[in-house]
C-alpha cells in the first residue's frame, strides 16, 4: 500500500506541473472478465515536452477459481460446484498510475500514445450457495504495465479513445475464509503456495486488457 501511496504523491506533483486536464471513462475485457476505468490525466506537464500522468480507477468481474483444479479422485472444482448448486463470484480493483508518451501525428486524425506505468490490485473472489455455506480468497498484488492509447478527437473537447495493453503482477499472499473453517493466508514460499495459487484465479503474471471509451478535456 505504501507504493500507492508514493504513485499518488507523484501524481499530486504532476497536476501542479500539468497544462491541461482530462478525465477519462472506458469500459471492455480486463484480465479475465468485464469491467472499466476511471481516470484523471494530466496533459503537457513541460513546454515541448509531450508527457501525460494518468491516475485511475478501475473494476473487472473474474473468474474465482479455476473450474479445472483437481480437488482429488478425479474431481474437478467446477464438477464438485455444478453438483452442490454453488454460486461463484469474483471481483479485481485496480488502482493505476501510467506515464505517457504523445507521439508526433501530425495531419492524422488519431494521436497515438504508448505508456508504461504501476499497478495496484484487489483480488477478491469465492463461492456461496444456497443454503447459507460460503468460501472467499482475497490477494493485494503490486505490479506493473504498459500498452498504447489511441484517441480520435470527435470535437475539440471530446476524443474517443481506444487502450491495449498488458500488465505483470507479482506473487501475493492469498487470505482465505469460509462459513466452516478459520481464516487462513499462505504466501510465496510456503510449502502449500502453489497448490493454493493453482486454484485461484486472480491476476498471475501477464495478464491483457482491451478497452474503449471517451475523454473530455478541459
Known amino acids: 500500500m505504501k507504493r500507492a ?8 506533483g504532476a497536476l501542479g506541473m500539468a497544462q491541461k486536464f482530462s478525465v477519462e471513462a472506458s469500459a471492455g475485457y480486463i484480465y479475465s472478465g ?9 496533459e503537457d506537464l513541460a513546454p515541448g515536452l509531450p508527457l501525460a500522468v494518468r491516475l485511475g480507477l478501475g473494476f473487472a468481474t473474474s473468474d474465482a477459481l479455476d473450474d479445472n483444479y483437481d ?7 467446477g464438477q464438485f460446484k455444478n453438483a452442490n448448486n454453488l454460486t461463484e463470484w469474483g471481483q479485481n480493483i ?24 504501476l499497478r495496484y490490485n484487489m483480488f477478491e473472489g469465492g463461492y456461496y450457495s444456497n443454503s447459507g455455506t460460503w468460501g472467499k480468497v482475497s490477494s493485494n498484488a503490486f505490479g506493473f504495465g504498459g500498452g498504447i492509447r489511441a484517441a480520435y478527437a470527435v470535437i475539440p473537447n471530446l476524443d474517443v479513445v481506444a487502450d491495449l495493453g498488458a500488465d505483470y503482477y507479482l506473487q501475493s499472499c492469498l487470505t482465505g475464509s ?41
Open 5 to 12: 501511496l508514493v504513485g499518488l504523491l507523484a501524481f499530486l
Open 178 to 218: 469460509s462459513s466452516g473453517g478459520p481464516t487462513t493466508t499462505t504466501c510465496p514460499g510456503d510449502s502449500s503456495y502453489a497448490n493454493d495459487n493453482a486454484f485461484v484465479t486472480q491476476p498471475d503474471g501477464f495478464v491483457f486488457r482491451v478497452r474503449l471509451g471517451a475523454a473530455y478535456r478541459f
Open 34 to 42: 468485464l469491467g472499466g476505468q476511471l481516470a484523471v490525466v494530466a
Open 71 to 77: 480437488l482429488g479422485g478425479g474431481t474437478t472444482w
Open 94 to 117: 485496480t488502482l493505476s498510475l501510467d506515464v505517457l508518451y504523445k507521439l508526433p501525428a501530425q495531419g492524422l486524425p488519431v494521436s497515438l500514445a504508448p505508456y508504461l506505468g
